[in-house]
Antibody
């Protein structure tokens, strides 16, 4: 059974940093692209970042470009999202999601339960 | 960036009725790069349809997808109580974007 367990969320002040982690199990992690998707309370889904199976290709939404960095450690079956210069509009639930292929241009077929990030003074 | 516009914003129907949800893209989307997701309150989204027309594993055949170019549709033939949720379309041909969602509520 595919499991994705996010951690690292919490309350941070504007301008601060946070690193999210996602530990994967139940599948060969190194064979699949991975994605972060966020959702503000009561709002829709927003794609944040994606990374290919080997980590050699990364992509970020314009809204987080230059502030967030996605990475992965295939030896640890773990996906990361380093978030710097956080703003109030970064607040929301952050979902770790597994792609259905090695490349990011494929649908997401499994989602974690998410971790909550709150940016507030 | 390809913008996806879903309509209607809210759809009120009764169990047993047919639901038709629309997703319009600001630029042409290759059919292999369009997916639909369902999200229920307090839950993570779930993949329903990929490649415009293919049902994901375990998805009942009352769900179907269609469309091409800039116009895509998710249809639910006979609504069950568990189908009332929010539905999102997604494209991944040029970057990755989601539509704003359609809320399907019980009438």
């Amino acid at each position: 059974e595919v499991q994705l367990l996010e951690s690292g969320g919490g309350l941070v002040q504007p301008g601060g940093s946070l690193r999210l982690s996602c530990t994967a199990s139940g599948f060969t992690f190194s064979n699949y692209a991975m994605t972060w998707v966020r959702q503000a309370a009561g709002k829709g889904l927003e794609w944040v970042s994606a990374i290919s199976d080997r980590g050699d290709s990364t992509y970020h939404a314009d809204s987080v470009e230059g502030r967030f960095t996605i990475s992965r450690d295939n030896s640890r079956n773990t996906l990361y999202l380093q978030m710097n210069s956080l703003r109030a509009d970064d607040t929301g639930r952050y979902y770790c999601a597994k792609g259905s292929d090695r490349v990011v241009t494929a649908p997401i077929n499994h989602w974690g339960q998410g971790t909550l990030v709150t940016v507030s003074s | 960036e390809i913008v996806l516009t879903q309509s209607p914003g809210t759809l009120s129907l009764s169990p047993g009725e047919r639901a038709t949800l629309s997703c319009r893209a600001s630029q042409s989307v290759s059919s292999g790069f369009l997916a639909w997701y369902q999200q229920k309150p307090g839950q993570a989204p779930r993949l329903l349809i990929y490649g415009t027309i293919s049902r994901a594993t375990g998805i009942p055949d009352r769900f179907s997808g269609s469309g091409s170019g800039t116009e895509f549709t998710l249809s639910i033939s006979r609504l069950e109580p568990e189908d009332f949720a929010v539905y999102y379309c997604q494209q991944f041909v040029s970057s990755i974007t989601f539509g704003q969602g359609t809320r399907l509520e019980i009438k």
